[in-house]
């Protein structure tokens, strides 16, 4: 048999045929001629009619408006109009044509001028104009004395007014302002609705609504809420009107909304829809901004217009407007002072529209009578002020301060009430004129980031791989393959991968993404869309732009599977055929044409079919024309009205054929009209159809038939068909010739009148696709075996692009000295490649058995290959030797290597057999032949045998599948036996290996993958575990590698490659790549260590972009480490699916990160690794002023190494993080803001928090291993730094590197052994410099193109701040002890050093050290000291020349902008300073005086301040403490407004209302918080001062009515308070303990509560009276960690009760009870004790002793605590015995009880909480937070979980399992 286009070319005496394909390509026939000549193709579109789109429906025009067609209905004025709409065509986008500048402009304006009646224009009472819907009526108003209409009902969108009545038309109204004269009906909704056109005509909806709750807004939508409230707040009532709504003037500067909220041009108004429920008397559009309450006489003396009579609301005499009516204008004139507020004018009730930004100054505005704001009653608690400046600002939610007897009023003279509600309230009383509110603009851009994919995170370089190269061709269909437009690429696709190839380079570029096998392909006529489809269902399409490679377009096809794809030549429209789910043919047309442009791909139209359809095709001459082909039917389709429509050809006695491929040819008098067209299509029975498309008839039917071609050395013969006819697959039509490919493997070319055959070319295999280049000289053939090639008609040589296997590869084999890649398949072939250019060398097959092992001789050009049958041959690639056989295997061979210095060669079998070959000559012979040593039933894989890099040991798994011996590779003595099944205690099964790989010799490591999904790193010679990678996949892995530098780990992971980093103990994961549509059957690194190949459906070569280090050395004896402290989780590979980087990655820099060393096991007596590196430096004591702004603490647990840090994936796992509540006080310059794009970001422990300050919606960003310590944000607003401390799991520091858009990790950099304390980018954003603690004293650089080290530096003393010159990218500055340390960057090529300039602090600055600094105007520079000194610097002449006293503490923060600088202390004050002549005191030198500096603002915050961002003009900013607490800071009003404000010490309790509506907290800080669980919004808090607030209980909804919910909570000093929620006020406190309570509960019935103490004391009280009845001493002398209660009829037990509780002690003992308090009952049920080890502790704490009862049964009680073993246990209270244990990694700190599944939540100290199914025994471990887990509470609706570490506080939700 013939492979590829070889002539046979036999190796003698193998049985096996061998060929070296020629370079010619396919035979040419006999027939074969100079082609004639191509003629040029005509072009692909008919010509676009001119003109321009006009408006219609309105009358015709005055002569000065000629050329604008208009026309009318009853129109009174010569204006008047109604503009259609313009809309695309239902089939494709619209051409662009030459349109006249106004073609599409509303009419000229003149008469709405000076204002426009909207319901007298429209006649709004005739309904013709306009339309109703639902119960709208004419009623008549008592206050407006006239007619005005009542839209009413329950829903507002079935009951409205709409203007114009049809969609289709525009009002087209220009007056900047719309006036709404309306009332809202009282306790009712209503809506307000306005379609606004841009002047780039994109139609905007801006809705208002007392339904809304919030500022919402995207790209075509502004959602504003309008609030009417009455003076005394009611919560349940926000929203509604009030009962006594009055009339109100709605005005809308339509031009403002639109350019502020989303940056576009006010065009005209379309259309208005008014909503129930609502009295409406008019609208009016204007130009001029009305004053509604000032009549003629004061309006001669003010500046402003009046209100026209026929508009203004009637006012009694001797009344007030403003008593009777309300005045809302949104917005302001301003656009200066960004605000939530919008202007009104009214005594309460008020009017309010919300708007999306902060509190505004108010607006000064003429007015007759001075403005006087009131303030509703509210309970709150005194906010940081101003000093004086500025008034309280209240908090979103109530607090209650239990400091004073009663909580004090508002300060009702103070300028007005502000808050950061998502709305803001503001009532004016007594005001009469229009400023009397408050109307505000925001700056918000509705700019959307673009999203930019890559690689999470992972090493240097990030990423290591870059795919290179393909082999391989087609996977689901090798129907697929396209010539790109200009003719010099193929596009085809290899499985999952698309691929560019460029024929005349052969260099290949990639699309990847999809996750399986390509079904079809599209390329436009422009090559600017690419449209492929996923074969699996349901289909997946994407669409690509195919310059950039980049995924414009990710969507689901109706289709389940596509078999077909076809874009109209403009690229407008995408046509698809394939299979529903039910089977049926299904035709789709889809619009593309907005793709690219911010828009997205529409289903235009949709057709079932019942004829089969196995060609689609779109016409070159008409868009919306196509046609199809199939069993017995050609169809042609047309797209019109947004339906497929199709018509049959008469075919008339062709209607049986079997219909493959269609193609369409142009007239040949060059017309472009469809009547002019051709379609040719072919069939299986060799009939080619021409078919007139204008008469739907078959003009020519011809037929390919076999003949014996004269002279010809083989007949063509009907192989392939099964009538007289040979079979064709596919024809491709060029103006000139048509090429058609056929079964019996022949490409043809033939003349249009098939009057002779040009050319012709054999093939191997049935040709499956052919293609004409668009010029017409090359003919892309493939066959279905996997052939891809061109001929080039001139030269009549056919060229090979791509051979591939045609089933997937099993394994294999690299020859280093002539670059040779083998491969074994289940094709049954063997195959020679080479790896320079990816062709094919050789070939060999053998029909009776398939080849499964292969492996090359390292010195010789000779390879090994083993097969089914067991036999082993070796094959010579320079003579056509007869190949030397061994059969000493009884099965087939699955293992075949060789000795690195090629002496000796082994295999193993499916047998168990184990055989060893001298390879010392050619004539290779058998050596031994060990049975029983391999396990026997092992798959064959690539890994299944290892021998060492030193060639002197052996590894295999066997003689089981638990075990793994090491043998001597000379004798094959074992060495070494380690059996893999003990090493997973946790599973009930036991583990087996699955593949081995020896590291570098003088590592000494074997590496083991276990079916458990682990791989376990041991010690070759002693065989003890030194490291393991837990959950490396889902599913184990056949084949994994080591590098020969040890530096990366490669492993086949299902469909993916994962590449870890070795090198480092506790890496955050691998790096992971896709493409293969198939799993990974093997894995390699090339012999120079510079490629890697991966072997599946293809053979994929990537490069490696990290260079080796040829001087790496390894430790003999490694320092230990602790066992298990592998690598993290992963998260899901999908959210990498994009393109690769197409850039080279640069050489590290020497000054790379160092290299770690490989650890083992610690020794005997040894405690885990020591850094010792720092250890000869002394340590720095800073100063006590400074401590507050040290970074965020480092806290790790013993056996934290063993937890993973990721968290899960949000789809993947049990939990899934919904919310993070808290800020991490402890951190430093750990939030950014950047008011021009809303990106705001902080910390809370290990996670970065991206939030939207309007929706409140959280992004939680993962990876880091300890708490972040800081943020940086690059000066383009793309890319985030965090910087995290150490911890156990991490020999270094973690900084990761953020893709803003995406909220992907792109690369994760580590140098610094101690904490990060601070990040800059420089103003170029090319280098990110990084600055260690104190006692690392490290500075690094950074850049930001690879993020390779480019310097690092060592100071010599502790530095406290560094940043960059914003005016010179080439210098920074770092301040510290005494000094200030100036460095200039110099760069000789591509090293960078830095020159160090010192300046020593002047005495009068005084002697405290430098803390922060920043710098000002050119060429200025302010540093903060630790005594409250800001010293101003001269960078030029590097002085100081001016200081003064800015703060009574040290100042740990410096922001300087325009004139004005902020300061923040470690005393909590904020400081504003005027410092605009601080540069003319330059000149004056030391004789600078501090006079000219003077504060603006101050505040005082409630903690230290440690990060602050402020806006360019510093008007408004957020600024974060040590509180744990994020203000909202606006200069201009002196107010700060809490955003983000955790608990400021540790969480004790949780505890949730009924209904979850809410939920309360306490903490160690004295307060109670009560929290809105939908948003996790402080609603209430309580405040104890100097207290600590140590156990919660929320009484139970059966207590009584909500509004007598009630919070029981215990303090420190033994006192219990009683809260009521809806009064906020404290009912009652007691003190029924002498110590701190600890534990607290309310009985089921809420008429009693239990409370349990310090020292073991239970007391029972009523919480009304506050009388303690009952005392329990039970469990006296250990403190009661746990009060449980239960409803439970307790007969079954023996007792007599109506509560079931328990409680447990630190002391192992839990106490069941059965109470009845109404009857004064208390019976003693169980009495549990547990015994306890000697020494017990976690984290230097004895762990708590927690017990509950079983939601799911009442029989059931759980414990956890410190016992002898780590377990949870299952007492049954009617057994009387313990029914089940569960096992735990480590002893409890938290236990919760799911009550709606059978789910079990523990929390450890080690940073980890578990979740088990107690149903079916499994357990998930999730981690995220940086402290122990010491509290863990399921909500009772089980949808949710608390947990909570020190002070921060996660929201998982739980999904239904």
């Known amino acids: 048999m013939a492979r590829g286009s070889a002539r046979r070319a036999g190796v003698p005496g193998s049985g096996i045929q061998g060929r070296r394909p020629e370079r010619s390509g396919p035979r040419l026939g006999p027939e074969a001629r100079a082609p004639a000549q191509a003629g040029s193709r005509l072009p692909g579109s008919h010509p ?8 219609s429906g309105a009358r015709a025009r005055p002569a000065s408006l000629a050329g604008v067609g208009v026309a009318g209905e ?40 000076p204002f426009l009646n909207v319901f007298r224009h429209f006649r709004v009472d005739e309904w013709k104009r306009s339309a109703k819907q639902g119960d709208v009526a004419v009623v008549t108003d008592k206050t407006l004395k006239g007619a005005v209409y009542r839209i009413r009902g329950s829903v507002s969108a079935a009951n409205y007014i709409q203007l114009p009545g049809s969609s289709t038309q525009s009002l087209g109204l220009t007056g900047r302002y719309l006036y709404v004269l309306f009332r809202p009906l009282p306790g009712k909704h209503f809506v307000i609705h306005l379609d606004v056109s841009t002047k780039d005509n994109q139609v905007i909806r801006v809705s208002f609504s007392n339904l809304f709750k919030e500022f919402k807004s995207t790209a075509t939508w502004l959602q504003f809420p309008l609030v009417l409230e009455t003076r005394t707040p009611q919560r349940d009532l926000v929203g509604l009107a009030p009962s006594r709504a009055r009339w109100t003037c709605l005005q809308l500067d339509l031009q403002d909304i639109l350019l502020v909220y989303l940056n576009r041009c006010y065009g005209h108004l379309k259309s208005i829809r008014l909503c129930a429920s609502l009295l409406v008397r008019n609208l009016y559009t204007s130009d001029l901004c009305f004053e509604p309450a000032i009549s003629g006489a004061q ?198 991968v698309i691929v560019v190839l460029l024929v005349d380079t052969g260099e290949q570029r990639f699309f990847l993404g999809h996750t399986d096998k390509v079904s079809a392909l599209a390329l436009d006529g422009s090559s600017s869309l690419l449209a492929s489809a996923q074969a699996r269902a349901p289909s997946v399409m994407r669409l690509w732009d195919f310059q950039t490679g980049q995924c414009l377009c990710l969507f689901r096809s109706p289709v389940h599977v596509v078999c077909s794809l076809s874009f109209s030549d403009s690229g407008a429209l995408l046509c698809g055929v394939g299979k529903d789910h039910h089977g049926r043919t299904m035709v789709v047309a889809w619009g593309t044409g907005q793709v690219g442009l911010g ?39 047309r797209l019109r009205g947004g339906a497929l429509r199709s018509c049959p050809v008469d075919l008339g006695e062709h209607h049986t054929l079997q219909f493959t491929d269609l193609a369409f040819k142009q007239a040949q008098d060059g017309r472009l009209e469809p009547l002019a067209a051709m379609l040719f299509v072919c069939s299986r029975s060799g009939h080619i159809l021409e078919i007139d498309c204008q008469r739907m008839v078959v003009r020519h039917a011809r037929r390919l038939l076999p003949t014996r071609t004269p002279g010809g050395r083989h007949p063509q013969k009907q192989t392939f068909s099964s009538g007289p006819g040979i079979a064709i697959s596919s024809l491709s039509i060029s103006p000139a010739m048509c090429a058609v490919g056929s079964e019996d493997g022949f490409l043809r070319l033939w003349p249009l009148d098939f009057s002779s055959v040009l050319l012709e070319a054999e093939h191997e295999g049935p040709v499956s696709s052919v293609c004409v ?11 279905s075996s996997g052939h891809l090639g061109f001929l080039d008609t001139l030269s009549r040589v056919y060229h090979m692009l791509a051979r591939s296997h045609t089933a997937p590869v099993l394994a294999l084999a690299m020859e280093q000295r002539r670059g040779q890649l083998a491969t074994v398949s289940q094709d049954r072939t063997v195959r020679i490649w080479d790896l320079a250019t990816l062709q094919q060398l050789y070939d060999f097959t053998s029909s009776e058995e398939a080849p499964c092992a292969v492996t090359f001789h390292p010195t010789r050009p000779t390879f090994f290959c083993g097969f089914s049958s067991g036999a082993v041959r070796s094959f010579s690639l320079e003579a056509a030797e007869v190949p030397v056989e061994h059969t000493c295997h009884r099965g087939a061979i699955t293992g075949l290597t060789a000795t690195p210095d090629g002496r000796l060669l082994f295999s193993s079998c499916s047998e168990g057999s184990l055989a060893q070959y001298s390879c010392a000559d050619p004539h290779w012979h058998v050596l031994r032949v060990a049975a029983d040593m391999v396990c026997p039933d092992a798959p064959a894989s690539p890994s299944a045998l290892a021998v060492s890099r030193d060639g002197h040991l052996l590894a295999f798994v066997g003689p089981s599948r638990c075990t793994v011996t090491v043998t001597d590779s000379a004798s094959l003595d074992e060495l070494l036996r380690v059996d893999i099944g003990t090493l997973d205690l946790a599973s009930s099964r036991l583990d087996s290996a699955m593949a081995v790989c020896f590291g570098p010799a003088a590592l000494g490591h074997l590496l083991v993958s276990t079916s458990s999904n682990r791989v376990v790193v041991l010690d070759a010679v002693s065989g003890r ?109 999908s959210s990498r699916a994009s393109e690769l980087p197409q850039q080279q990655v640069p050489k590290p820099s020497q000054a790379s990160l160092p290299r770690l060393g490989i650890c083992a096991r610690p020794p005997e007596g040894g405690d885990g690794v020591r850094d010792t590196r720092n250890s000869g430096a002394p340590r720095t004591t800073c100063l006590a002023s400074y401590k507050a702004f040290t970074p965020a603490r480092v806290s790790c647990s013993p056996h934290s190494a063993k937890v993973g840090t990721c968290l899960p994936p949000a789809s993947g796992g049990w939990l899934r993080l919904k919310a993070v509540v808290g800020y991490s006080g402890n951190g430093r310059a750990n939030m950014v803001w950047r008011p021009d794009t809303g990106f705001f970001a902080y910390t809370c422990g290990r ?87 104190h006692d690392g004293r490290t500075l690094a650089l950074w850049g930001t193109t690879t993020y390779d080290l480019v310097s690092s530096t060592r100071l010599p003393e502790p530095v406290h701040g560094v940043a960059f010159n914003p005016w010179d990218a080439g210098e920074l500055t770092c301040v510290g002890q005494g000094t200030v340390t100036f460095r200039l960057l110099q760069q000789r090529g591509a090293d960078i050093s830095l020159q160090v300039r010192r300046e020593p602090v002047p005495e009068a600055v005084g002697a405290g050290e430098l803390t922060s600094l920043c710098y000002g105007a050119p060429p200025l520079l302010y540093c903060g000291t630790s005594s409250g000194q800001v010293c101003v610097w001269d960078t030029r002449a590097g002085r100081c020349f001016l200081s003064w006293e800015a703060d009574d503490g040290g100042i740990g923060l410096l922001l300087f902008s325009g004139s004005r600088l902020v300061s923040g202390s470690s005393v909590g004050q904020l400081r504003l300073w005027a410092v605009g002549a601080v540069s003319e005191l330059r000149c004056k030198g030391s004789g600078a005086r501090s006079s000219s500096v003077f504060m603006e603002h101050e505040l005082v915050l409630d903690g230290a301040v440690v990060s602050a961002s402020f806006d360019d003009s510093v008007d408004m900013g957020v600024v974060g403490t040590t509180a744990g607490t994020l203000w909202f800071v ?121 409370s349990g103490d310090k020292d073991g004391l239970v007391a029972v009280s009523h919480p009304r009276t506050g009388t303690t009845f009952r005392v329990l001493s039970d469990h006296q002398g250990a403190p009661i960690s746990t009060i449980c209660v239960t409803c439970k009829e307790c007969e079954d037990l023996g007792v007599e009760g109506t509560d079931l509780w328990l409680a447990a002690s630190g002391d192992q003992r839990v106490s069941v009870w059965a109470s009845d308090w109404l009857r004064n009952r208390c019976d003693l049920v169980d009495w549990l004790s547990f015994p306890m080890p000697a020494t017990t502790e976690t984290q230097g704490h004895l762990p708590p002793s927690l017990a509950a009862f079983c939601p799911w049964d009442g029989a059931l009680l759980m414990y956890v605590g410190p016992g002898v073993y780590k377990e949870v246990i299952i007492y049954n209270l009617c057994q009387k015995q313990v029914v089940e244990k569960i096992p735990l990694p480590f002893f409890a700190m938290s236990l919760s009880l799911s009550p709606g599944s059978y789910l079990l939540a523990v929390g450890f100290a080690e940073c980890m909480l578990r979740l088990v199914d107690c149903a079916t025994g499994t357990a998930q471990d999730f981690a995220g937070h940086d402290n122990a887990v010491h509290l863990c509470r399921f909500t009772p609706s089980a949808r949710l979980l608390f947990t909570a570490a020190r002070n921060e506080i996660l929201v998982w939700e739980v999904p239904g399992r």
């Open 48 to 55: 676009r009619a001119s003109g321009a789109w006009l408006p």
């Open 74 to 113: 009853g129109v009174e004025s010569p204006g008047s109009c109604l503009l259609p709409e313009a809309r695309p065509s239902p089939a494709v986008a619209p051409a662009r044509v030459a349109e006249s500048p106004d073609a599409r402009r509303p009419l000229p304006t003149a008469w709405q001028h």
């Open 299 to 496: 309006w001669a003396k003010l500046p402003v217009t009046p209100m026209p009579r026929e508009m203004a609301f009637p006012v009694p005499k001797g009344e007030s407007w403003h008593d009777r009516y309300i005045h809302v204008r949104f917005p302001s004139d301003s656009l200066k002072v960004p605000s939530k507020l919008i202007e009104k004018s009214c005594s309460p009730p008020e009017a309010v529209l919300l708007g999306p930004g902060p509190q505004p100054l108010p607006c000064p505005v003429a007015s007759s009578k001075p403005v006087r704001f009131s303030v509703s009653p509210v309970v709150q608690t005194p906010s940081p002020t101003a000093s004086g400046r500025a008034p309280l600002a209240p908090r979103p939610f109530l607090e209650v301060s239990l400091s004073q007897e009663r909580s004090d009023a508002s300060n009702v003279d103070g300028p007005g009430f502000h808050s950061l509600e998502p709305w803001a309230h503001v009532e004016a009383s007594d005001v009469h004129t229009a400023a009397a509110g408050t109307h505000v603009l925001t700056h918000e851009s509705a700019e959307v980031p673009v999203v930019r994919t890559g690689s999470c995170e992972g090493f240097l370089p990030d990423p290591v791989l870059r795919l290179k190269g393909v082999i391989g061709f087609g996977g689901h269909s090798t129907r697929q393959a396209l010539w790109t437009p200009d003719g010099a690429a193929v596009v085809y696709p290899c499985h999952a």
């Open 599 to 637: 828009g997205e791909v529409v289903v235009l139209a949709k057709a079932h079919t019942d004829f089969d359809v196995q060609a689609f095709r779109v016409t070159f001459f008409d868009e919306t024309r196509m046609a199809s082909c199939g069993q017995g039917s050609v169809r042609l389709w």
């Open 773 to 783: 280049s668009p010029d017409g000289l090359r003919v892309l053939s493939a066959t």
């Open 1025 to 1133: 575990i030194i490291r393991e990678l837990p959950g490396v996949h889902p599913e184990p892995c056949p084949s994994l590698t080591l590098s020969e530098d040890a530096r990366f780990l490669l492993i086949a992971a299902g469909r993916t490659i994962k590449v870890w980093d070795y090198t480092t103990q506790a890496s955050p994961g691998p790096q992971v790549y896709i493409g293969h549509s198939e799993p990974v059957q093997a894995v390699a690194f090339s012999p120079d260590q510079q490629q890697v190949l991966s072997a599946g459906d293809a053979v994929f070569l990537w490069d490696v972009l990290a260079t080796t280090e040829s001087n790496q050395s390894f430790p003999v004896a490694p320092q230990a480490c602790e066992a298990g402290s592998g690598i993290g989780p992963l998260e899901d590979a």
């Open 1247 to 1333: 996670l970065v928090v991206v939030e939207d300050l309007h929706s409140g919606a959280q992004q939680h960003w993962s990876g880091h291993s300890a708490e972040v310590s800081t943020l940086a944000l690059s000066h383009s607003a793309q890319v985030l730094a965090s910087a995290s401390g150490c911890s156990s799991t991490t020999a270094h520091c973690q900084i990761r590197i953020w893709d803003v858009s995406g909220g992907l990790c792109q690369h994760l950099i580590s140098h610094h052994s101690t904490t990060v304390l601070a990040l800059a980018f420089s103003p170029d954003d090319r280098l990110l410099v990084t600055l260690g603690d």
């Open 1530 to 1650: 606006s200069w201009a009003e002196g107010t700060s407004t809490r955003l983000i404000s955790g608990h400021r010490s540790k969480v004790n309790e949780v505890v949730f209302g009924p209904g979850e509506a809410h939920c309360a907290t306490c903490s160690e800080d004295g307060s109670v918080r009560v929290w809105a669980l939908a948003s996790m919004e402080l609603v209430i808090q309580f405040q104890v001062l100097n207290q600590s607030c140590l156990c919660l209980a929320w009484s139970p909804p059966c207590c009584g009515r909500p509004e007598q919910q009630r919070l029981a909570a215990g303090y420190g000093d033994g006192s219990l308070r009683i809260f009521s929620v809806s009064r906020t006020a404290m009912e009652l406190k007691m003190h029924p303990h002498p110590v701190a309570l600890t534990a607290v509960a309310f009985s089921t019935d809420g008429q009693t509560v239990l």
